[in-house]
């Protein structure tokens, strides 16, 4: 006689529904389980029926086969422990398996019964609800994060027997909830716009590269404030979509990253990995596949201070998923395809000394130790760059002035007002922000007049710019249109975009 009950799994960021099938027949009693499981799963044996027995439940005294269907994607992790006790009990007849049909079931086993959480739960339901099953049976530890997902009853269990007193009608327990309490959206930011004293076109072109989502690199000797103004950009970056949020908590649960009380990631994110970071965690993969510092930093900012100290191979992983928007890392069994839109943020000095460029004359650098160091970061990569900025030495009236400077949340009005036109503008296209634009979408949303054409063709002359660049002046032109609420792009939008491209010369770029 064959049992079945369902469970799910992950594959990438996505879950799949995985079919537990547990067969009973007569001779020397045994437990296998089969379909491609790993070592985590088949140790799921031991706590399966230790549960099952410091429960003081029947554990089938049978020959058991336990099959994990579809059988040919590796099955990995504890999420298939209370899938399984279910089957077997089911087996038992605690309860007929009519009733667990439209049930998924999602959760790790103590020996003592307690049923425990597992990472990627979310991702896991929204497929749930998708293939038609309507209720999840979970630890109360993910059940918060589950009921994100409408439309599913989400029972939250503490052990099998609170499981079992539920379906067999002896125990009530209410559905749960998703609390918007429980949001965590609200830690507030000490870091704001407003300590940092003038760096006005620095600021300038931080604006607009949250408002559009555009890379941006800034170049500046030592103690200009880039650090400093890196990390007051969360401050503006634009509130996220309900569907934004929910792909960013995606990759995080799966990536075992939620925060214990933290349900819905509202915030974007910002990672600023160390410059000794390996490529394999930069863009994600290993032996259990896990998204990189790319698909963490997914809808919000990857900032990597110090550009030049990382070693060249691993900046430049960064490449097809700069173009891609996605990382795709291959399998013996497949490959996986983690998602990685993110904005790039980053600083460099312009020499080992940081001084090459100051009004000053204090760099001692040679011309070849200075190309060296800019070098390692390959021209294909700064192509990728949208907007470059100079960050000169503030000045001394600006660093004593009593006025304060314009504050994140007034900033970040202007960035919401940008980020609303382009969410209407591509409401059909499936994308958010300009920066996404492709060519075909460029043509349609970016048409500028003759004089801009001219200007346009002036600069691709002037400064060698490639094919890449000057769409991406175009896309940075039009975020400068949107932040001013014009349809148009005109000439004095190209012009500031141009602006933000002309570095290479003096930096040696
Ligand atoms: N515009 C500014 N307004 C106020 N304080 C500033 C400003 N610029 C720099 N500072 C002060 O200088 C400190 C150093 O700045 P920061 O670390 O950001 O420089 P940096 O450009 O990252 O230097 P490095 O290249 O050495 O990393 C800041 O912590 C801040 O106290
Ligand atoms: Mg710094």
Not at 479 to 484: G, H, N
């Amino acid at each position: 006689m064959i049992y079945k009950v369902n469970s799910c799994s992950i594959y990438g960021i996505n879950g799949y529904i995985v079919d537990v099938e547990v067969d009973l027949s007569n001779g020397l009693p045994g437990f296998d389980i089969v379909g491609l499981p790993d070592a985590t799963v088949k140790e799921s044996k031991e706590r399966v029926k230790a549960a099952i027995k410091n429960s003081e439940l029947q554990f089938p005294q049978k020959r058991i086969t336990i099959n994990l269907a579809p059988a040919n994607i590796k099955k990995e992790g504890s999420v298939f422990d209370l899938a399984i006790a279910a089957g077997l009990l089911v087996s038992s007849m605690y309860f007929l398996e009519e009733e667990v049909r439209k049930t998924i079931f999602l959760g790790e086993l103590s020996l003592d019964g307690t049923v425990k959480g597992i990472k990627g739960i979310l991702p896991m339901c929204i497929e749930a609800k998708k293939q038609g099953f309507n209720r999840i049976i979970t630890s109360n530890e993910n059940a918060q994060e589950a009921a994100l997902v409408c439309g599913l009853d989400v029972i939250g269990v503490n052990n099998l027997r609170e499981m079992l007193g539920f379906l067999d009608g002896s125990l009530i327990i209410e559905p749960t909830i998703f609390s918007a309490e429980k949001l965590n959206c609200n830690d507030l930011d000490d870091w704001d716009f407003k300590d940092v004293s003038g760096q006005h076109t620095v600021k300038r072109a931080l604006e607009i590269a949250a408002a559009g989502s555009h890379n941006v690199i800034m170049i500046g000797p030592p103690g200009s404030g880039k650090t400093m103004l890196a990390r007051r950009i969360p401050s503006i970056l634009p509130d996220m979509s309900f569907e934004e949020s929910l792909e960013v908590t995606k990759i995080y649960s799966v990536a075992g990253l939620l925060k214990e009380d933290e349900n819905l990631i509202l915030k974007r994110p910002f990672r600023s990995p160390h410059h000794t970071i390996s490529a394999a965690s930069l863009v994600g993969g290993g032996r259990i596949p896990k998204p990189g510092e790319v698909s963490l930093s997914h809808f919000g900012v990857l900032f990597l201070d110090e550009m030049p100290e990382f070693p060249k191979h691993v900046l430049e992983v960064l490449r097809q998923p700069l173009e891609d928007e996605c990382v795709t890392i291959s399998r013996v069994n497949g490959t996986i395809t983690y998602p990685a839109n993110f904005m790039l943020i980053s600083s460099v000095n312009p020499c080992p000394c940081g001084f090459y460029g100051d009004e000053s004359n204090r760099c001692s650098c040679t011309p070849s130790q200075i190309k060296n160091y800019i070098g390692k970061i390959s021209g294909p990569l700064m192509d990728r760059i949208d907007l470059h900025v100079e960050v000169k030495p503030v000045k001394f009236n600006d660093l004593s002035s009593e006025a304060r400077s314009e504050s994140s949340s007034s900033i970040k009005a202007r960035i919401n007002r940008a980020r609303d036109i382009q969410l209407n503008r591509y409401s059909k296209d499936g994308i958010y922000f300009n920066s996404q634009l492709k060519p075909k979408q460029i043509n349609q949303y970016c048409k500028i007049g003759l004089k801009e054409k001219a200007l346009l063709k002036n600069a691709f002359e002037k400064f060698n710019l490639s094919a890449r660049a000057f769409t991406r002046i175009l896309k940075v032109a039009r975020t400068i249109a949107d932040l001013e609420g014009s349809d148009n792009i005109y000439i004095n939008h190209i012009a500031e975009a141009i602006q933000h491209r002309s570095l290479d010369k003096k930096y040696m770029l």
